[in-house]
């Protein structure tokens, strides 16, 4: 008989790395693309701020039209903003919206 152990996966947050013991929250999305709470407020910040500057300049796009957020794949021209992180993984601004409602609506769950 063989003595089988559970390997145990580590999820970790396509932005900053860090493992999914080290934060919060880390939501999924497609392809094994992940976001944690952190970054999540971070590139909310980022992402409004770089979207206001690109109005005031004038320039609607801030990254090429054929990069796609990693998690719904819009393109730059369909959000506010696509925040681009490393090894080319982005988020827009819509699914950086719908991570803070899974995360306030959670916090509301579980009474916080």
């Not at 801030?62 to 393109?75: D, I, L, T, V, Y």
Request: aromatic share 6%; glycine share 8%.
């Amino acid at each position: 008989m063989r003595n089988w152990k559970r390997r145990q996966v580590t999820y970790t947050c396509s932005f900053c790395s860090k493992e999914q013991d080290q934060v919060q929250r880390l939501i999924a999305g497609p392809g094994g693309v992940y976001i944690c709470n952190e970054c999540i407020d971070r590139v909310g910040k980022e992402g409004s701020e770089q979207a206001k500057a690109s109005s005031a300049l004038g320039n609607s796009e801030s990254a090429s039209r054929g990069n796609r957020c990693s998690f719904c794949g819009k393109r730059t021209d369909q959000a506010e903003y696509l925040y681009e992180g490393p090894k080319e993984v982005r988020i827009c601004s819509e699914c950086i919206d719908l991570c803070h409602e899974i995360i306030d609506e959670e916090q509301r769950r579980l009474g916080h």
